[in-house]
């Protein structure tokens, strides 16, 4: 089994000064085998923080990063299950379930993981799944003053996965419970 990290737009320090000190205190070196992340890191400093949690770590390129060798896509295995990465910046509507299904099928991916809305969710969608991990921080979007920090771990065995939700609400660590397993 394998431990993933999926979270995304940062934005800090330029929206936001920090990750929330609640999720530093979960999020520690060595817990983690791989960090999928979103974009919208921002900077070389919050990069190499990420690093502290988990060196194996794939981040495509957001809208605000500093860094421009990030992919616009990748996709990565874990176990037997595929994951897509793309911040969601591109994809029109912007957070659109058919858009990001029309791009899990252009990925070919079991799991699409995208950004940019800044809001926690999930979709089954034509026997996959479409997660956004939210901003980790909190950072505001184009949409709304303020969002609900959140990310997702995934412990994927092979074709499943458990996929654990954290949220930050009201100064307390939220966490629900869902699960996934790929269709033969």
Request: net charge negative; glycine share 8%.
């Amino acid at each position: 089994m394998v431990l993933v990290l999926c979270l995304g737009d940062l934005h800090v320090p330029y929206r936001t000064s920090d990750l929330p000190q609640q999720f530093k205190d979960i999020l520690l070196p060595g817990k983690v085998g791989q960090i999928l992340c979103t974009g919208d890191i921002c900077t070389k400093e919050m990069y190499d923080y990420l690093k502290t949690i988990c060196t194996n770590i794939h981040v495509v390129k957001g809208q605000f990063d500093e860094d421009h060798a990030y992919p616009e896509t990748k996709v990565v295995k874990i176990g037997d299950l595929k994951f897509g990465l793309v911040h969601g910046h591109t994809v029109i509507p912007w957070g659109d379930i058919s858009s990001l299904g029309m791009v899990q099928r252009q990925m070919d991916v079991d799991v699409l993981i995208s950004g940019h809305t800044h809001e926690f969710r999930t979709y089954a969608y034509e026997d996959k799944l479409l997660v956004n991990p939210g901003s980790a921080t909190g950072a505001y979007s184009s949409k709304e003053a303020s969002t609900t920090p959140s990310f997702c771990l995934f412990d994927v065995d092979s074709t499943k996965a458990t996929i654990y939700t954290y949220k930050l609400k009201d100064g307390e660590v939220k966490k629900e419970k869902m699960f996934f397993e790929k269709r033969a």
